[in-house]
């Protein structure tokens, strides 16, 4: 069996080698013959043009002075050139003017002159070139040459022959030397393969009997043995791997359904709690239209549509600072506040809410003075937040403890309520967006299950961390907030001034141009039950009208103004003239580059709407209008 494989194997070697050396060798001898016939036509070619030139600028004074004999003088040159057998030369009327023939040619010459170029037929080569004198043609010449293509060739074929006689035996004896260095280590390797493949024995290893690459061909071969195992173990790993990662595309599936129903319970969510305080604040409206309503009843509506307008500002804040942290602009201003006062701020956020549901309140906090470098605003808004919650999910009667405590100059603030606690499943995914605890009852509270996240990435841009922690449903829950504390100052920070003056404000001149005429009306009998004198305007043609006679301290611009906006309106006071004018945007966007325009325009305060009557009463307690601080645009 082997020495039949071994045969058939040397056999194809030495076939292939001759028949590639054969194949070779024609290719060469093809290419050389056609280089060559080519060679030999151009050369041809041009050395009879060149002769005919030459012939032509000799006899060109012949045939202008109609002298035959020197034509025949310049034609009989010829005779040294045996590759010419005849010449002519034509008169301009095409007559035979002088001819020439070597000895023994029986060449005749053509009847009429042709134009065309050289002319090859069979074993001749003939050549027309025009006699030109002074740029006037005054004849041809012909010539004939013989062409001797067949007898090269001929010459060539012989010698390539005998090349290709011992280019082939060469051939045989490098394959006959192959068959004993390349094939027969190739043969012993093919055979262990066969062995390993009939009894899976892969122990076995091929024999290296050269040093060059077939000896490193058996050596990769005996490499790939001992391999075979771990790539079986390999592959089974990869398996395991392309399980793991369909469970992980399977799990992202579940989170985008999750997501997706987390989406439509949020908008679900929305409408239920924007809804909600429209009841009350329509049913405190209509009891307020009363004409036989007592004064309790009045005082009682007033209450209920504040707390629910400032329960829809809250919505539509929290809605706000979503579309903040989903585009990655949620920002915050620090400076370095004391925590305790933050704590204050957000305690007295909820106390309405502890009273209502009669629930206890206990805090603890250090007795030295903790500063941080925060947003005292945002942070306020955290703990605000969490102790919301807090109250949301702890029934009437219960108890709700604050203790903050610093260890390792971190402070560390902890919210503890016996509510109804945090399922396992929910505490993992607490800070998630829109995500509330499915397993309690949120029949009744408010929340759009975002305050939390909110949290958490306020928290984190002040470079502290946030957690929550449960034992369970109906064990309570603690959030812990986590904050580095700032070093105590060596001066404790001013007051801000506006704390030292007066809560009555100087009486002012105020412009308000808004088109919302109920928003109008309503800021104006504000801004008149604080001693001011208001005057207002629809749009941005009356305003520039009323300017130039009333002569305001102040205007409030609405930026949404028609036919021209705020911005242009701004431009307009203070291009006519109105140098001591303060003017304050008052408008429903609020975004940076919102204010980035204001500035542009000269507004010295920028306000968002709804407007809080106690940042009017900031803005205007300025000693002068024109003093307001930058801040206020922030």
Known sequence: MRRGITGSVRRKVMVIILIATFTALLVSVVALLSYEARAYREFLINDLTTQADILALNIAPALAFDDPEAADANLALLANRSGIVAGAVYTLDGELFSTF????????FPTTVHSRGPQIAGEDLTLFHPVV??????????????????????????????IMAVSLLVAALVSLWLQGSVTGPILVVTDVAQKIVRDRDFMLRAPRTTDDEIGTLVDAFNAMLAEVSQRQ????????????????????????????KRKDEFLATLAHELRNPLAPMVNALTLMEMANAPPEALRNARAIIERQLSHMIRLVED???????????LTIRKELVELSGVMKSAVDTVRPLLAAKDQSLSISLPDQAVYLQADPVRLSQVFSNLLNNATKYTPP?????????VEDDVACVRITDSGKGISPATLPVMFDMFVQDEHTDLRGQPGLGVGLALAKRLIELHGGTIDADSEGRGHGSTFSVRMPVEAQPAHLPAEKRRQGRSNDCSRHRILLVDDNVDFATSLCVLLENLGHVVRVTHDAPEALAAAAVFRPDFAFLDIGLPTMDGYELARNLLKRGSSDLTLVAISGWGQKEDRRRAREAGFAGYLVKPVDLGSIRSILEAQEPKSIAPGALM
């Open 133 to 162: 004198r002074n740029d006037e043609v005054l004849g041809t010449v012909f010539l004939q040459a013989n062409y001797e293509l067949a007898d090269r060739i001929r010459d060539y074929l012989l010698i390539l022959g005998g």
């Open 397 to 405: 009667a219960g108890r709700i403890s604050v203790a903050a405590t």
């Open 319 to 329: 809605l706000l600072d979503v579309s903040r942290i989903s585009r990655g602009k």
């Open 233 to 260: 173990q390999d592959l089974e790993e990869s398996n395991l791997k392309l399980q793991q990662e369909s469970d992980e595309r399977r799990n992202a599936e579940t989170a985008l359904r999750l997501a997706d």
């Open 101 to 108: 023939r070597q000895s023994g040619s029986t060449a005749t």
